[in-house]
T-cell receptor, first 117, second 113 residues
Framework: GAVVSQHPSWVICKSGTSVKIECRSL??????MFWYRQFPKQSLMLMAT?????????EQGVEKDKFLINHASLTLSTLTVTSAHPEDSSFYIC?????????????FGEGSWLTVV | DAKTTQPPSMDCAEGRAANLPCNHSTISGNEYVYWYRQIHSQGPQYIIH???NNETNEMASLIITEDRKSSTLILPHATLRDTAVYYC??????????????FGTGTRLQVTL
């Protein structure tokens, strides 16, 4: 299947700083990428939908000024957690929809662990 | 997207078939049934999807009832590595606006020796 890669796999940052997570589709072009957050023992919660060349669409309750999403190319989307706080510590997962054909399948990255201290 | 209902957990002996049920009684005619699984601390892995016909690939089989209100994912010979949370999701597919995947709580499958 198609490969989606995230970087970094894990990151520790100080409270008040910003951290960027990259999501790349390695062998296909993705017009749309999705960002999820998952807390321990909970399901994935969709944060936002990222469309190449346009502004991201955020889910209700997700602060767009805190979670900045950029989708500058068909293979790269980035999530920046600004002014991170300990409660932002979570597992962040991206996924990408193939631009080719009807985009039947969405593939997920390996996830990025964020710990804010 | 239509809501799905899955049992919270299931056990299966290694080597036996694992049959994971999913109820999606409010599914619409243009919604597909998708299955993903998530092994601990990893991103979800695509397994299979279908509309109304049964589907099979190298990982699993998907059986969808004739009225499409429920489906069953079958892992024919479960191994310890199949221990994971399995998510059943219904989703509209179109070529225009991308349709998102909304995750429920899934079924935690424990494969035992």
């Amino acid at each position: 299947g198609a490969v989606v890669s995230q970087h970094p796999s894990w990151v520790i940052c100080k409270s008040g700083t910003s951290v960027k997570i990259e999501c790349r589709s390695l062998d296909f072009q993705a017009t749309t990428m999705f960002w999820y957050r998952q807390f321990p023992k909970q399901s994935l919660m969709l944060m936002a939908t990222s469309n190449e060349g346009s502004k991201a669409t955020y889910e209700q309750g997700v602060e767009k000024d805190k979670f900045l999403i950029n989708h500058a190319s068909l293979t790269l989307s980035t999530l920046t957690v600004t002014s991170a706080h300990p409660e932002d510590s979570s597992f962040y997962i991206c996924s990408a929809r193939e631009a080719r054909g009807s985009g039947n399948t969405i593939y997920f990255g390996e996830g990025s662990w964020l710990t804010v201290v | 997207d239509a809501k799905t209902t899955q049992p919270p957990s299931m056990d299966c002996a290694e080597g036996r078939a694992a049959n994971l049920p999913c109820n999606h009684s409010t599914i619409s005619g243009n919604e597909y049934v998708y299955w993903y699984r998530q092994i601990h601390s990893q991103g979800p892995q695509y397994i299979i999807h279908g509309l109304k016909n049964n589907e099979t690939n190298e990982m699993a089989s998907l059986i969808i009832t004739e009225d499409r209100k429920s489906s069953t994912l079958i892992l024919p010979h479960a191994t310890l590595r199949d221990t994971a949370v399995y998510y059943c999701i219904v989703r509209v597919i179109n070529t225009g606006t991308a349709s998102k995947l909304t995750f429920g709580t899934g079924t935690r499958l424990q494969v035992t020796l």
